[in-house]
């Protein structure tokens, strides 16, 4: 099987510093060690994917390299007892298409531990539908939950809404029973997001607050922010009391300007969320939610199908902000 040869996107960093990409062919020889080797049936296209592919070295060290942080398929080979030939399993987080070959490819070769046997209720594809930004979204809101955050209590807010992970978390949280609160800055995004369970949608700047005041009037019982900054500070002043903000992205600013006012004098609860290590139980667990009560109906339709040749494109899309949904590579 090592000689097998296969497709594969190859990120190249040439002499004056420039990085190429192209589809190469490749060996299962030349992929990294491991015990379980998976004909990847579908990949999911992720932000941090594009990130890699364009060279950014906080996220990809060496070259070349393969990214794609989420792939699905079946077990072509395995050393490890628990995994057999066949079987249908899907791989997302850990080091997975960072520094590891990644999903961009028809053949992936990855430790034991980072392999989740796919739930019966969904496909292949749909993993790769949610792929690590439905995760992180279920994650969210499992984090929530634990913290007394439900349906009663009130609306979600989810800033950044057509993202990804913000695309996920709407129709998530409808499939749980929360009414959401859907904040977009894109105007043609109302039929995508109500179709996903929005109850009400509203520009960004409803979430971005500029009165520099340290509390707000609350406007949601809790909220799953992928923007930051000061979306996400708006998120926590104008948060219900005892509500739970879920912070899972940055894509406006690293920073956070508040005081402590909303967790001292209405006991707001901040909540970080880092999908990529989540331990196997949990992660096994949010994987079978998302296959049943979390399950999104007709997932297949919030995503577009590409194949390995338009990768590099849709890369360009998702880097300017001009994807809506998911992107999912089928092999």
């Known amino acids: 099987m090592e000689n097998k040869t296969f497709r594969a996107l190859v990120i190249r960093e040439e002499s004056d510093g420039t990085f190429t990409k192209s589809i190469e062919n490749k060996t299962i020889a030349e992929l990294p060690a491991g015990e379980v080797v998976i004909k990847v049936a579908f990949a999911g296209l ?3 994917d594009a990130l890699s592919a364009s060279g950014h070295k906080g996220i990809s060290k060496n070259f070349p390299h393969t990214p794609g942080v989420d792939a699905a398929g079946t077990v072509a080979h395995s050393d490890a007892h628990q995994f057999e030939v ?16 990644g999903g961009f490819q028809e053949y992936i070769r990855v430790p034991a531990a980072w392999v989740v046997k796919k739930p019966a209720g969904i496909t292949l594809k749909e993993a790769m539908v949610y792929g690590t930004a439905g995760f992180t979204a279920a994650l969210s809101l499992f984090k929530m939950t634990r913290n007394g955050q439900t349906p009663t209590a009130g609306p979600i807010l989810v800033t950044g809404s057509t993202g990804g992970v913000g695309s996920m978390a709407v129709g998530i949280l409808n499939a749980a029973g929360f009414d959401v609160i859907a904040s977009t800055g894109k105007t043609d995004a109302n039929d995508h997001l109500t179709s996903l369970g929005a109850t009400q949608i509203v520009d960004r700047a409803f979430a971005d607050d500029d009165s520099g005041r340290p509390l707000l009037r609350s406007k949601w019982a809790g909220a799953i922010d992928t923007v930051g900054g000061n979306t996400l ?12 903000v879920a912070s899972c992205g940055l894509v406006a600013s690293h920073e956070l300007q508040l005081t402590v006012y909303p967790f001292l004098l209405n006991g707001i609860n901040i909540l970080g969320v880092d999908s990529a290590e989540t331990e196997m139980g949990l992660r096994t667990n949010l994987w079978a939610k998302l296959g049943s009560e979390w399950r999104i109906p007709n997932l297949e339709s919030y995503s577009t199908e590409v194949g390995l040749d338009q990768i590099i494109s849709q890369m360009e899309l998702i880097l300017k902000g001009q994807t809506k949904g998911r992107v999912v590579v089928a092999f």
Do not use: F, H, P
């Open 46 to 48: 992720n932000y941090k």
């Open 233 to 244: 500070a708006t998120c926590v002043k104008a948060c219900q009391r005892g509500g739970s």
């Open 86 to 101: 066949g079987e249908e399993v899907i791989v997302t987080g850990y080091d997975l298409g960072m520094n590891t070959s």
